[in-house]
Nanobody, 128 residues
Framework: QVKLVESGGGLVQAGDSLRLSCLAS????????MGWFRQAPGKERESVAT????????YYADSVKGRFTISRDNAKNTVYLHMNILKPDDTAVYYC?????????????????????WGQGTLVTVSS
């Protein structure tokens, strides 16, 4: 079955950097767009970034543009989220997301209605 396992979360200070990883298994990873979402305390889950299967295109939420970078290594079945200049507002549980079909484009994956599988999440806490 599909399995998405995130790692790399932790407690950092404002201005620090962090890299999240998501190891995928149980499906043809290299054929699927992938994404990251987050849910802050008391808030709804929101999209952060998505990437096409080929890494040819990426999409970002306005709140993270210029600070976060999504990337992937299809040989390792892993998608990454590189987070720079972290802010306290970035504090959230970060979730790896995969669509239910390779036909789902990365742009569509920015909407959680197109997410077919979620990871368990990894907590990122940014102190001021």
């Amino acid at each position: 079955q599909v399995k998405l396992v995130e790692s790399g979360g932790g407690l950092v200070q404002a201005g620090d950097s962090l890299r999240l990883s998501c190891l995928a298994s149980g499906f043809s990873f290299r054929h699927y767009a992938m994404g990251w979402f987050r849910q802050a305390p008391g808030k709804e889950r929101e999209s952060v970034a998505t990437i096409t299967w080929s890494s040819g295109s990426t999409y970002y939420a306005d709140s993270v543009k210029g600070r976060f970078t999504i990337s992937r290594d299809n040989a390792k079945n892993t998608v990454y989220l590189h987070m720079n200049i972290l802010k306290p507002d970035d504090t959230a549980v970060y979730y790896c997301a995969a669509p239910g079909s390779p036909a789902v484009a990365a742009s569509m994956l920015m909407f959680d209605s197109h997410v077919g599988n979620w990871g368990q999440g990894t907590l990122v806490t940014v102190s001021s």
